[in-house]
Protein backbone atom coordinates (compact mmCIF):
# COMPACT_ATOMS: atom_id res chain seq x y z
CA UNK A 1 0.00 0.00 0.00
CA UNK A 2 1.59 3.16 -0.93
CA UNK A 3 1.79 6.64 1.24
CA UNK A 4 -1.37 7.88 -1.08
CA UNK A 5 -3.49 5.23 -0.71
CA UNK A 6 -3.21 5.47 3.33
CA UNK A 7 -4.74 8.67 3.27
CA UNK A 8 -7.24 8.69 0.64
CA UNK A 9 -10.57 9.68 1.06
CA UNK A 10 -9.01 12.29 3.57
CA UNK A 11 -7.87 16.24 3.51
CA UNK A 12 -6.04 18.56 6.39
CA UNK A 13 -8.98 19.36 8.79
CA UNK A 14 -9.88 22.89 8.55
CA UNK A 15 -9.09 23.84 12.47
CA UNK A 16 -10.69 27.18 14.16
CA UNK A 17 -7.19 28.92 15.83
CA UNK A 18 -8.19 27.87 19.33
CA UNK A 19 -8.26 23.65 17.90
CA UNK A 20 -4.97 24.91 15.55
CA UNK A 21 -3.31 26.38 19.15
CA UNK A 22 -4.41 23.58 21.42
CA UNK A 23 -2.56 21.28 18.48
CA UNK A 24 0.59 23.05 18.87
CA UNK A 25 0.29 23.00 22.14
CA UNK A 26 0.00 19.48 22.32
CA UNK A 27 3.37 19.06 20.06
CA UNK A 28 5.02 21.26 22.13
CA UNK A 29 4.34 19.04 25.51
CA UNK A 30 5.35 15.75 23.28
CA UNK A 31 8.53 17.25 22.28
CA UNK A 32 9.63 18.19 26.01
CA UNK A 33 8.42 14.68 27.53
CA UNK A 34 10.02 12.51 24.43
CA UNK A 35 13.14 15.02 23.94
CA UNK A 36 11.67 14.07 19.87
CA UNK A 37 10.64 16.18 16.77
CA UNK A 38 6.94 15.65 17.04
CA UNK A 39 4.49 17.10 14.37
CA UNK A 40 1.23 16.44 14.61
CA UNK A 41 -1.42 16.54 11.39
CA UNK A 42 -4.99 16.62 11.34
CA UNK A 43 -7.32 15.33 8.77
CA UNK A 44 -10.77 15.04 8.36
CA UNK A 45 -12.70 12.21 6.46
CA UNK A 46 -13.96 13.51 2.84
CA UNK A 47 -17.70 13.68 2.53
CA UNK A 48 -18.60 10.51 0.09
CA UNK A 49 -18.49 11.27 -3.23
CA UNK A 50 -14.67 13.81 -2.74
CA UNK A 51 -11.39 13.40 -2.56
Do not use: V
Not at 17 to 23: K, V
Not at 39 to 44: D, M, N, Q, T, V
Amino acid sequence: MSQNEKFEGYSAADLEPGQLERLRSLENELRETTKQDIILIAYEENEAGTS
